[in-house]
């Protein structure tokens, strides 16, 4: 049973992220209090009744953590947590699904539209102080998006709000979801995950948004891009290595990677679902979560435990 508000302390544990600022700012008159170490969060967890943690989180500590109650993940992944000891313990666990599949799809888009501009480029020539000169090559010359077609690999939330991105430049949109019979949203047609190698060879941009599982792991293999257009690109949000990447195999992305050196790579590190808005959304996600364990309701939003 969780503890009434005026019972409860909230321990908000992460390295970065200014939770308990936002979290002051709702004047909710809970405790909580702020871990930014591991260190910090081993002497500090038999004080939290709710935990709001990703990256920090250690299994060893659940012993320790007599009061509490809630795990709230600040991130999708909860794989870091091991469930069957929470049950055991009579803690539930929710994850922050969705908290920034806008972020991370309006970076998708911003990613597609800088190969098709190729901004790299320009920015690279501004430090060099080099003004290219007009191209009589048409294949060599920024490009529009218009009639170009985006595969999209992970028709969910974030997927869904890509394509409807997509659309509002006038793209046409396949989606690949592993359900195809939940719908094609702003899609003008769905696929199942068998019918990737057959839509790969239509695809000008493949943008990877599903969640790397066991399933999804190394899709894009040699014979994958192999049966791409040889002026296409590949979009990867969630997954392993291609040509405008936001994540990678090793992170940090080691130096001596050649990805670094390569011309027609452009790399974030893993910024695609940073936001200034971050905070507030995952305080609105356990505020929806305490509000339903306060009122007694068995079913969490985002429920993992």
Known sequence: MLPSK?????????????????????ATGIESFEVRDGGALEQRIGDADVLVISGLWRNELLPRAKRLRFIQSIGAGTDQFAREA???????????????????????????????????????????????????????????????????????????????????????????????????????????????????PQADFVALTCPLTAETEKLIDADALGRMKPPAYLLNATADQGA???????????????????????????????????????LAIMQENLDRLWRGETQLLNEVV
Not at 8 to 26: N, P, S
Not at 245 to 267: F, G, K, N
Not at 273 to 280: A, F, V
């Open 86 to 200: 929470l049950k055991r313990q009579g803690v539930r666990l929710a994850s922050a699904r969705g908290v920034n599949a806008r972020a991370v799809a309006e970076h998708v888009m911003a990613l597609i539209l800088a190969l098709a501009r190729r901004l790299p480029e320009a920015r690279d020539n501004q430090a060099k102080r080099v003004w290219r000169g007009m191209i009589g090559d048409p294949t060599q010359r920024e490009d529009e998006l218009a009639g170009k077609t985006l595969l999209i690999v992970g028709l969910g939330q974030i997927g869904g709000r890509l394509a409807q991105l997509a659309k509002a430049f006038d793209m046409r949109v396949i989606g690949i979801r592993r359900n195809p019979r939940a719908g094609a949203g702003h899609a003008d047609a769905v696929h199942a995950m068998s019918d990737l190698h057959a839509l790969l």
């Open 244 to 282: 405008a990447l936001d994540v990678t195999v090793a992170e940090p992305l080691p130096a001596a990677s050649p990805l670094w050196a390569m011309q027609h790579v452009l790399i974030t590190p893993q910024t695609a679902g940073e936001t200034c808005r971050y905070e507030d959304n995952v």
């Open 6 to 26: 005026d019972h409860l302390t909230i321990c908000f544990a992460h390295v970065a992220y200014r939770l308990r600022d936002r979290f002051l700012a709702l």
